[in-house]
């Protein structure tokens, strides 16, 4: 597997969506959400991946990831047997030598702006955008699997 390494972020507000080069509608579900092992089928516009991510490491900067590409008729059959799904449109937005990814949430988590920008290492420095607000690296609150979780717990109340 490969190593993942990404510092996560609340945004300010909406500012990025007019540096953004482009928008895809995402939708995720979890087949595991084991601590070790979460294994995840998502929709990327017309493309269809699935993903198996191990545990993060302690400060939650990295972790490993295996990904492939799916047919989308396969994951779409995928998710419509996961209960635990987000959905959520992505923008990529170029600052400086990195491409942030800011997720904004729909349906029972609308108004949720997360913002990711992947490194090459753990110390890497980046360009922080204006619009970037608090550091969430590592809460386990803001991990795409915990936010599904806490979706299907809203919703069956």
């Known amino acids: 597997m490969a190593l993942e390494i990404e510092r996560k972020f609340?945004?300010?507000?909406?500012?990025?969506k007019q540096q953004a080069?482009?928008?895809?509608?995402?939708?995720?579900g979890y087949l595991s959400l084991s601590p070790e092992r979460t294994v995840r089928v998502r929709t990327w516009g017309d493309k269809g991946y699935l993903t198996v991510k191990g545990r993060s490491s302690t400060n939650g900067l990295s972790r490993e990831e295996w990904e492939r590409e799916i047919p989308y008729a396969e994951a779409e059959e995928l998710?419509?047997?996961c209960r635990a799904t987000?959905?959520?449109?992505?923008?990529?937005?170029?600052v400086g030598r990195h491409t942030f990814?800011?997720?904004?949430?729909?349906?029972?988590?609308?108004?949720?702006?997360?913002?990711?920008?992947?490194?090459?290492?753990?110390?890497?420095?980046?360009?922080r955008p204006a619009w970037l607000g608090r550091e969430v690296t590592g809460e386990k609150a803001y991990y795409n699997s915990q936010i599904a979780l806490a979706t299907l717990k809203k919703a069956t109340e």
Not at 21 to 28: F, G, L, W
Request: net charge negative; no cysteine; charged share 35%.
């Open 21 to 28: 080069r482009e928008r895809v509608e995402i939708r995720q």
């Open 101 to 127: 990814e800011v997720d904004e949430f729909h349906g029972l988590n609308a108004g949720l702006l997360l913002a990711e920008v992947e490194l090459q290492a753990e110390d890497e420095a980046f360009e």
């Open 79 to 81: 998710l419509a047997g």
């Open 10 to 16: 609340l945004l300010l507000n909406e500012d990025f």
């Open 86 to 94: 987000v959905e959520k449109s992505r923008y990529l937005v170029p």
